[in-house]
């Protein structure tokens, strides 16, 4: 099958199936669906990360070495049975990477580890984005660790931290928690055995380890490779010494023990390491790593060194050199230092693979053309296809109901800025601060800005950094390229910025747009727009995804990643536009409706989004059902706003059990961090939220309210569902279906969407479909029939007619005429295959008068068998037996 630039591959690309694999579910547990994938009409088996990870990882992402494969999945072995499997079925894979961070728990991360113990000095220090030259002299050439739960003097004197010799090394012990000890800051401890135990050998060791050297920013690689050689070479001598003589194992111990008992030398010992071990509340502000977001256990690589990339990439390379793969996916593409470089490195040492790179789009902003990947992971897809299906005439009542019920101003631009900016100064703190010692020092170097104070500039970079529209820009300072669409948007941040702030000098703001545009241009300046530009994805993603998500409820629909809240719906127009541009740039992106990290199912917003279309109802309800629950409240709490999120989330997923329920509800509220949070639970909260879940889902009249409610909407929703799952399947990209949503897909946010699937029932219903017709189908829509049907037979599709799903294949609209037009969306691909839903089902009635030229020849609609021969078709007619239809033009037709 012809792919872009003329690359082949072996499996046409006709679908993806995201697999989570971990412990529970391992390689043999994957093999054991792929005969069942086959038989959907799946093509590429999508898993999740392979490479070894932290302990116990259910998702992949907390890769700790990136030389062997997971043991809790099988280990090689067990990879190997699974490709072979894969061949076996006809499959492909496409497998996620994970190049941007590790995790750095305990000892499993050897590179880590490394580092810990041998600081600027450790063969693995350039792999990590560290700041080693940090602004306070008490961090510099360290790495802060805050996990005490106090400062780290109290701990001391409380004797909770303790010196271990193991084997011919030695740890620090705090709790369950082990930390290297450079090699270095131990030779007293073993000076002080030799003397003791009158060993010479021990000394000498003693006073080898005093002469390995303590620091050397300028160290090459030969030098920190003698370094490494030594210290092993003594951690080894030691080893051996005190397994094979008592005497001189005892006195050490003995040693080590003297050392424990005074908290004076213990402290000296402490202030000798690489590391700095700080109380758990320092990481927001002086992180001198980066991270992944906020998760200090995740630290930031380095790839844009080619060693680094090379070191890190090793198994990925090889197994899509062997054909063992067909392509990656790759996680958390802006958090790369230089992701279009990076991609060229990609492609340049891979260049069949098919890649796709986890994007966050904004409404409107389009990949950056010189990316060479396929596409994106689909979430562009996913906001535009679902906002068809949210009526904008619903919009003002909507208003309405959030501003009486909720307490709160309808405007979602504001609500983002602030959240970023609360994250910014909360949880993201070491992060603005490291940008702003990096502008202090480039103002010092500017006569006419040297004047400026720290919070001068730290309020200037936040503030600019809450005002990006979208996730970051892709500026590449140290070449001085930067796009037009990049300069726009860096400018905009800033000049809204400097409108906001006008406590702030305009001069400074002006001087930023400069660096940020590349018009002021240095080293430091260089390494400031960098940087910058991987904290603006973080303050988006943090700030917006994770928490104005679930503090703004008016429409939890919107609220998906990628996605505006604050845009009500999409016009056709807009859908079409989109997808002939995506035939024409990226045939092959992939086209998502539910992934391992949307906040909610594709089949709970398309019940939600229904309310747009019955505001009205939607409002008497809530006001009915509020007043009925009101007794339930304690007191004040828990809150309007989550107590209308709370009604919404039941609409979208009933049935649902109480633990799924109160548990996502808690993650909720914490998420949302205006009355309780992760750092800082609210007990007192939480409890009467809880409380007032359980007692709401356990009050059979209200549930059968509810129902009764849910019923109504019933039909619309079905609507809803098979129109988007059909849009994905035909529309240009390809189709990722994520595991176990070919059936209703009514999960919530991770880890409710990680849950066991039912691949029994899931294969017993596949085999059942050829003896049931469009009616039975339908009848049986409470067992997901329908969206099974949909799937097997557009990928049937799809495999029939791969002229016209190809990058060669076309696209174009097909407009209904009459009353409800709109409520139509229709379009052809290639010469012979037509995909055809409703959309707003409620408003669009019973599509009297409503038709559908359809061009010359007889066409079989295969979702129901009717036959449509070309010309004016009643649309009413199409949706009679199947609410959406799938016409394939017959032979000879």
Request: proline fraction near 5%; hydrophobic fraction near 40%; charged fraction near 30%.
């Amino acid at each position: 099958m012809p792919c872009l630039e003329g690359r082949f591959v072996l499996n046409p690309r006709r679908a993806t199936y995201r697999l989570q694999l971990h412990k529970e579910f391992d390689f043999a547990a994957a093999c054991g669906v792929l005969d069942y994938l086959r038989d959907l009409g799946i093509s590429h088996v999508y898993s999740s990360p392979v490479l070894q990870t932290a302990p116990g990882s259910k998702h992949g992402y907390d890769v700790v070495d990136y030389h062997h494969v997971n043991e809790e999945l099988g280990g090689e072995q067990a990879r190997k049975g699974f490709v072979r499997k894969l061949e076996e079925t006809g499959l492909g894979q496409v497998l996620d990477i994970v190049p941007n961070h590790m995790a750095i728990t305990g000892s499993r991360n050897a590179w880590w580890w490394d580092t810990l113990e041998n600081g600027t000095l450790s063969r693995y220090a350039p792999y990590f984005d560290i700041e080693w030259n940090a602004p306070e002299e008490r961090l510099r050439n360290k790495i802060l660790l805050p996990v005490l739960e106090d400062h780290s003097g109290r701990v001391i004197e409380a004797g909770k931290l303790k010196l271990e010799r193991c084997g011919g090394g030695f740890v620090l012990r705090y709790n369950e928690h082990a930390y290297p000890v450079a090699p270095e800051s131990v030779a007293d401890v073993l000076k002080d055995a030799a003397e003791r135990a009158d060993s010479r050998q021990l000394g000498f060791l003693a006073d080898a380890l005093a002469r390995l050297p303590e620091a050397a920013a300028d160290a090459g690689w030969t030098a920190l490779q003698a370094r490494h050689r030594n210290k092993e070479a003594i951690r080894e001598l030691l080893g051996r010494l005190c397994s094979e003589q008592a005497k001189i194992a005892a006195a050490v111990e003995e040693a080590v023990e003297r050392m424990n008992a005074s908290p004076d030398r213990l402290d000296d010992l402490l202030m000798r390491q690489h590391y700095r071990l700080s109380r758990w509340l320092a990481a927001g502000r002086d992180l001198a790593y980066r991270r992944f977001f906020d998760v200090n256990s995740l630290v930031g690589m380095r790839v844009e060194d080619e060693r680094v990339f090379q070191d890190t990439h090793k198994l990925i390379l090889k197994w899509l050199r062997a054909g063992e793969l067909d392509g990656v996916r790759v996680d958390h593409a802006d958090g790369l230092h230089d992701p279009p470089e990076y991609f060229r490195r990609l492609r340049s040492a891979a260049p069949d693979a098919w890649i796709v790179t986890e994007k966050i789009l904004q409404p409107g902003e389009r990949l950056p053309e010189n990316w060479p990947v396929e596409g994106t992971t689909g979430y562009d897809f996913l906001n535009l296809a679902n906002g068809l299906f949210v009526d904008p005439h619903g919009e003002a009542t909507l208003n309405e109901l959030y501003r009486e019920f909720a307490g709160e101003p309808v405007d979602f631009d504001v609500m983002r800025r602030e959240k970023k900016l609360a994250v910014l100064r909360d949880i993201l703190g070491s992060d603005v601060n490291r940008l702003t010692a990096l502008l202090l020092q480039i103002c010092e170097g500017h006569r006419e800005y040297r004047d400026y104070t720290r919070h001068e500039i730290h309020e200037a970079i936040r503030e600019t950094i809450a005002c990006y529209p979208v996730y970051r820009t892709y500026a590449r300072a140290e070449a001085g390229e930067i796009s037009e669409a990049d300069a726009r948007t860096a400018t905009t941040a800033v000049e809204t910025a400097r409108a906001l702030r006008t406590d702030l000098d305009e001069r400074l703001f002006q001087f930023l747009r400069g660096i940020l545009t590349l018009q002021i241009r240095g080293p430091a300046e260089s390494e400031f727009v960098m940087r910058l530009q991987q904290v603006t994805s973080a303050a988006m993603a943090k700030g917006v995804e994770d928490t104005a998500f679930y503090a703004f409820p008016r429409l939890i629909s919107l609220n998906e990643v990628g996605g505006s809240p604050g845009r009500f719906g999409a016009p056709v127009e807009e859908f079409h536009k989109w997808c002939a541009e995506t035939q024409a740039r990226r045939p092959f992106t992939l086209l998502a409706t539910s992934t391992h990290d949307t906040k909610r199912g594709e089949d709970v917003r398309a019940r939600i989004n229904v309310l747009s279309e019955i505001s009205g109802a939607w409002a008497e309800a809530v006001a009915s059902w509020s007043e009925q629950n009101a007794a339930r409240r304690t007191g004040a709490l828990p809150d309007r706003k989550i107590e209308y999120f709370l009604y919404q989330t039941l609409v979208g997923t009933w049935p649902i059990s109480l633990e799924r329920l109160r548990d996502y509800m808690r993650k909720a509220a914490r998420e949302a961090k205006e009355h309780t949070a992760w750092i800082e639970p609210n007990e007192e909260y939480e409890e009467a939220l809880e409380k007032f879940v359980a007692a709401v889902i356990q009050d059979g009249g209200f549930i059968a309210r509810l129902e009764a409610f849910i019923a109504g909407l019933a039909p619309a929703a079905l609507a809803n569902s098979a129109a988007v799952t059909l849009l994905k399947l035909t529309a240009p990209g390809v189709p990722d279906i994520y595991q176990g949503s070919e059936l209703w897909d009514l999960n919530l946010v991770d880890p409710d969407n990680r849950r066991p699937v039912d691949y029994g029932l899931r294969r017993r219903l596949l085999r059942e479909l050829d003896g049931l017709g469009a009616e039975q189908i339908v009848a049986r829509a409470g067992e997901g029939l329908p969206k099974l049907w949909i799937i097997r037979e557009a990928l049937r599709v799809r495999k029939s007619h791969p002229e016209c799903f190809g990058a060669e294949a076309g696209y174009r609209p097909l407009w209904a005429a009459g009353p409800k037009a709109e409520c139509v969306v229709a379009f052809q691909r290639g010469d012979d295959v037509i995909a055809i839903v409703p959309r707003l089902p409620m408003s669009a009635g019973n599509w009297q008068d409503v038709s559908l030229e359809v061009p010359a020849g007889v066409w079989k609609n295969v979702l129901t068998g009717d036959r449509l021969q070309d010309g004016k078709v009643d649309v009413a007619h199409l949706f009679r037996r199947f609410p959406v239809a799938l016409l394939v033009k017959e032979t000879g037709g």
